[in-house]
């Protein structure tokens, strides 16, 4: 709204003029080519903030999105007093529109907004804890903390001295990967906050990051921040203010065909006796006869601890054990690691060659003999524990209290560890929530859940390590949750994505955002009124500008064996090496599985050496550094599963051919999916139509759309698996894409006519 209280609308000509022939903006690139398809997709967008409408636009790559969603937002605010979030799923287009694009569009309509690229509270340095692990360090001593165990030792002395010049104290600052377990226990965290209790919050990294993004009109933010902050309001906080970022009510999210992914992700849940033993270890680990952690610093600040505990015991606040020597605590920690491994061995027991089993009433007989009582046990301790760390934390907090009148040291030094013990204690409660949800499994018919086995990772102490079980709980269904938190409260919602839709059509882009829902039990004359109320949904597709019929061979193998058969893998290591020899590199290897990758990898990597072709493979470095690797030699290629399908950028000669080895199905033992289908299967629909191919045609769009990334760009994208062609539902896949060359030949002549293609 403007000051006036009434929304300012926002004039399309005005707007779209300064991406047109000689405007601000075209003005400021050379050879500056107005788009149609962009300014198109910009007036949409304006008309969706001005009609206060839902709008989802299919936009290919080369249209130009950012700009067409950027310049609506900044006016929008411009003009009215409201605040705009833009979310993306990728750091990488979060850091191009904070550092690039956002600030290029001001300088060329030479305004001022003020923008903050908001980032979950995890990726900052908490200065209250960092204090608190050297104290611990000092107090009792390097050997006997677990964090150093695992090589964490010359990490954390790196980190202490970068937190002395560092800015913002943002993770991605530094120039090297903090372990997990190390950063665990320094990040900022809601659950070990002191807040405005805190000694040090004036100086705190997150709140000085909350307070740009409080002055901010337009935030840049993940999905994940964003679905944080929708759970948070739907539950009541916020209100008008802030509850994870400030308030909003218009919301442009880019790269939408992640959404649901996103958010399935974000509301499911998961323990692991891995992440139960962190949590504890937090507070007591014993290291031969030296014991450490928080407890143990508890006691030794508490020299009349043990009087606190034997009065605290004849009030029944206590429990047996002998007094101040947390007999009963050390006790009930080596109970729950003991639990968690006999669940752990029952658990892995069932998962199988899959790695996956899933809690069905199907499977009742197996899962009540061999599962509930280990996790009823696994439960009960767990919450026995809390319940001792619940009266710790009362003792603690009345002799704080007694510290602070009298202007005791106790105070500052104890508040902090209070708070980590609180913190514990809440993680714990959620692993013993889930113990319940899998405990009453018959009765959540809206939830997944799966236990799946999980290899442990290696550390600088540990060159082995177990593998251990994943327990994860998971919504079934997500769209009812997006139209509730998204879609209803927020006046403007923007969906785009070079992928959002399998066929041009938003039916199944509707219906997997809950938009196509209709109340059961309504009168038809209320449900028509309740339309009338709805908001505006508008759709459009705007196609690619780049030349794909001129600049891109797709090209099919129709004699590829069965891909369920044996001869297949040999197949694709044959195939994959000879595309690459072609190439003479300059190849992206797409698979749907590691161990696929793995067998191809292991056969070309020597023959390709041998032409001077150098070969990556996904998991053996950080993934920005491997990317960055691929794109500084141009006669490299590589191997690459799930995660590089989408999201990464390499124009030019370095990528010049795209192979995809298999079309890109789910998993049939995945979990969610597979509980998709049986609901689909039970309502009487095809799963199969209806959700298996869509979902595995968009991922194979995004495969295909790695190639053409700049209108200069030129190359073959090799589709090895024969379905393609043989299928009823392989035409669903090939009329998704742009219009390309086309050859459906058996190998042998598909490998001349891309060497004809690419070499001349």
């Known amino acids: 709204m403007s000051k006036s209280g009434k929304k300012r609308l926002l004039n399309e000509d005005e707007i779209t003029a300064s991406i047109e022939e000689c405007g601000e903006i075209a003005s400021r ?99 209250r804890r960092l204090e608190d692990v050297k104290n611990e360090m000092e107090e009792s001593g390097q050997a006997a903390s677990s964090l150093f165990e695992e090589g964490g030792l010359d990490v954390l002395l790196q980190i202490i001295e970068w937190s002395k010049s560092s800015k913002k104290g943002e993770k991605s600052e530094l120039d090297f990967e903090p372990p997990p377990f190390l950063w665990a226990q320094i990040a900022s965290d809601s659950d070990s906050c002191n807040g405005s209790r805190c000694p040090l919050r004036e100086i705190c990294f997150f709140m000085e990051s909350r307070k740009e993004a409080e002055n901010a009109r337009l935030l840049i933010v993940n999905h994940h921040l964003l679905f944080a902050d929708l759970e948070a309001r739907s539950g009541g906080a916020g209100g008008s203010g802030t509850a994870v970022l400030p308030f909003y009510d218009r919301v442009i999210i880019d790269e939408a065909h992640k959404i649901e992914g996103s958010a399935t992700s974000f509301f499911s849940s998961s323990f692991s006796r891995v992440l139960i033993s962190r949590i504890l270890s937090r507070l007591y680990r014993r290291k031969g006869a030296r014991e450490s952690g928080l407890l143990v610093r508890i006691r030794a600040w508490l020299p009349d601890y043990s009087k606190i505990m034997e009065t605290e015991e004849k009030k029944g606040r206590g429990g047996k054990g002998k007094a101040g020597s947390f007999a009963v605590e050390k006790e009930l920690t080596e109970k729950i690691l003991l639990s968690c491994e006999i669940l752990d061995e029952a658990a892995l027991a069932l998962c199988g060659g899959e790695s996956v089993f899933r809690f069905i009433p199907q499977r009742g007989e197996i899962i009540d003999s061999r ?40 105070f500052h030094s104890a508040a902090s560890i209070i708070w980590e013990i609180k913190s514990a204690r809440k993680s714990l409660l959620v692993a013993s929530g889930i113990c319940r949800e899998f405990e009453n499994y018959k009765l959540n018919e809206g939830r997944v859940l799966w236990v799946e086995r999980r290899s442990g990772k290696k550390t600088y102490a540990k060159k082995h390590a177990p593998d251990y079980a994943l327990w994860t709980n998971a919504p079934l269904e997500i769209g009812g949750v997006l139209k509730k938190s998204l879609f209803e409260p927020n006046k403007t919602v923007v969906c785009l994505s070079a992928t959002l839709t399998p066929s041009r059509d938003f039916t199944y882009w509707k219906k997997r955002m809950g938009l196509l829902q209709k109340p059961e039990n309504i009168p038809n004359a209320a449900l028509k009124e309740q339309e009338k109320k709805e908001k505006p949904i508008f759709t459009d597709f705007f196609n690619s500008p780049f030349p794909y019929q001129k600049s891109v061979l797709l090209a099919v193998s129709d004699d590829s064996p069965p891909v369920e058969s044996a001869e297949y893998q040999s197949f694709v290591n044959e195939s994959v090496l000879r595309l690459c020899e072609v190439s003479g590199g300059g190849a992206l290897i ?99 139509l209806e959700l298996t191919i869509p979902d595995a045609v968009m991922k194979f769009r995004q495969g295909f759309g790695r190639l053409m990334r700049r209108a200069s760009d030129r190359g073959v994208v090799a589709v090895l698996d ?38 001349g």
Not at 56 to 80: H, Q
Not at 114 to 121: D, E, F, P, T, Y
Not at 388 to 408: A, D, F, V, W
């Open 722 to 759: 024969g379905r393609i062609t043989h299928k009823s539902y392989g035409k669903y896949f090939i009329s998704s894409l742009p219009q390309t060359r086309l050859e459906v030949r058996p190998i042998e002549r598909l490998l001349q006519k891309i060497d004809l293609f690419l070499n």
């Open 371 to 410: 599962l509930i009582a280990p996790l009823k046990n696994l439960n009960a301790v767990i919450l026995k524990f809390c319940e001792r760390l619940e009266k710790l934390i009362l003792i603690l907090e009345e002799k704080t209290e007694e510290s602070s009148e009298e202007g005791g040291a106790f």
């Open 590 to 688: 797409l698979f749907t599985s590691y161990e696929s990758l793995r067998l191809a990898f292991a056969f070309c990597e020597q023959k390709l050496a041998a032409f001077g072709i150098k070969t990556l493979k996904q998991g053996e470095v950080e993934r920005s550094r491997l990317l960055r690797s691929f794109l500084e030699n141009e006669n490299s290629v590589l191997f690459a599963t799930d995660s590089f399908w989408e999201g990464i950028d390499v124009p030019g000669d370095a990528l010049r051919l795209v192979i995809i080895c298999r079309l890109p199905f789910s998993s049939p033992a995945d979990p969610v999916a597979q509980a998709r289908r049986e609901l689909l299967e039970k309502e009487g629909r095809n799963p199969f």
């Open 29 to 127: 690139i050379p050879h500056y080519e107005s788009r149609k398809e962009q300014v198109d997709l910009t007036r949409l967008i304006i008309k969706s903030f001005n009609e206060d409408a839902i709008c989802a636009c299919e936009a290919g790559t080369g249209v130009g999105k950012s700009f067409a969603y950027l310049l609506p937002a900044m006016r929008y605010v411009l003009l009215n007093e409201g605040r705009v979030v833009v979310s993306t799923a990728t750091i990488n287009l979060q850091e191009q529109l904070y550092q690039k694009d956002v600030p290029f569009l001001l300088t060329a309509l030479g305004e001022n907004i003020k923008i903050a690229l908001v980032k979950g509270r995890g990726n900052f340095l908490c200065r």
